[in-house]
């Protein structure tokens, strides 16, 4: 029997089967080009996971002048935006604190609630003709002319109204200012009526400080994040409560690691706000001098 060597037997097999060594070849070849494709587009995933454009939450403070205490909002972090309710004892200096520091400052208007609670200055009724509601919104606005919008102070009740809201919605038009729905009433018709008129407008999404407990202000904020990373966007609004205040400082600063950031207001409206957002600071100073401390 003919014995053929172990080098032989490999010559022959390379002689033989030159083909199935070739396609085997191949087969490597192509393997490590997909695997090199597949670690490619894996890369540039991460890479877009980890530089993924940030979810956008803006932060209102609002009822803000009755109390002296107010002012310390102004110590939150980050681009807090306040909300100044009109004619209100410390309301302007908060204001024109806020101003200097290049805040977002809104006007926030007291409108007829369906409980019928007292309204303060600066009120908004169902009673009311256009040119009493015009008038109205005059005197406000002169009060505090930096504000870049509204957001109404309760308003349960003169939300769901066409006329008021039209002619509210038509004065904001003409000073280039937006509205933002507090949204006291689900059937609040505010939103599409400015959306008509053509008046920048968004809704508030969640209230921080019902309760005025560390675990539900902590349960809401939670809330307001999932709400942003669902929906890029969320509004919430609080208040100048020092219980507030303490836990939004612990919780403000934990927006960063889920990849959340807070903005101004304004910078959630496609629409360009108010020419006069950011007055001349010198007034402001001068106004700042005027009021005292």
């Known amino acids: 029997m003919l014995k053929v060597t172990t080098i032989e037997h490999k010559q022959m097999v390379c002689f033989y089967y030159p083909t199935i060594i070739k396609k085997n070849k191949m087969i490597s070849a192509v393997s490590k080009f997909s ?42 972090p980050g681009e807090i ?15 024109v604190k806020a101003n200097a520091k290049n805040k ?19 009120a908004l009724t169902s009673t009311m003709n256009e040119e009493e509601i015009l008038a109205s919104l005059n005197n406000s606005l002169a009060d505090l002319p930096f504000a870049i919008g509204i957001n109404n102070h ?13 002619w509210t919605m038509n004065f904001l038009k003409q000073h280039h200012l937006l509205f933002l729905d507090s949204k006291t009433s ?32 902590t349960k809401q904020f939670q ?14 609004i609080a208040h100048p409560h020092p219980e507030t205040i303490k836990a939004l400082k612990r919780l403000i600063p934990t927006l960063a690691k889920n990849n959340i950031e807070l903005v101004p207001l304004s910078a959630l409206y496609a629409t ?4 006069q957002t950011r007055i001349a600071k010198s007034e402001s100073r001068v106004i700042s001098k005027e009021g005292g401390e």
């Open 35 to 76: 695997l090199l494709v597949a670690l490619v587009f894996s890369s540039i995933f991460h890479a877009q996971s980890v530089h993924a454009k940030p979810a956008r939450i803006a932060i209102v403070i609002d009822d803000i002048g009755y109390r002296y205490t107010d002012i310390n909002a102004l110590s939150l």
């Open 81 to 95: 935006t306040y909300s100044i309710l009109p004619q209100t004892p410390y309301g302007k200096r908060i204001a």
């Open 104 to 122: 977002d400052v809104l006007l926030h208007i007291p409108m007829e609630a369906l409980n019928g609670k007292k309204l303060g200055p600066g």
């Open 154 to 166: 309760m308003g349960s009740h003169l939300t769901q109204l066409n006329d008021p809201m039209t």
């Open 186 to 217: 689900p059937n609040s018709k505010a939103g599409s009526i400015a959306k008509l008129i053509g008046v920048p407008v968004k809704n508030r999404h969640v209230f921080l400080d019902n309760q005025l407990t560390d675990s539900y202000i």
């Open 223 to 236: 809330s307001l994040v999932r709400y942003a990373q669902s929906q890029q966007v969320a509004i919430a």
């Open 272 to 275: 360009p706000t108010n020419d």
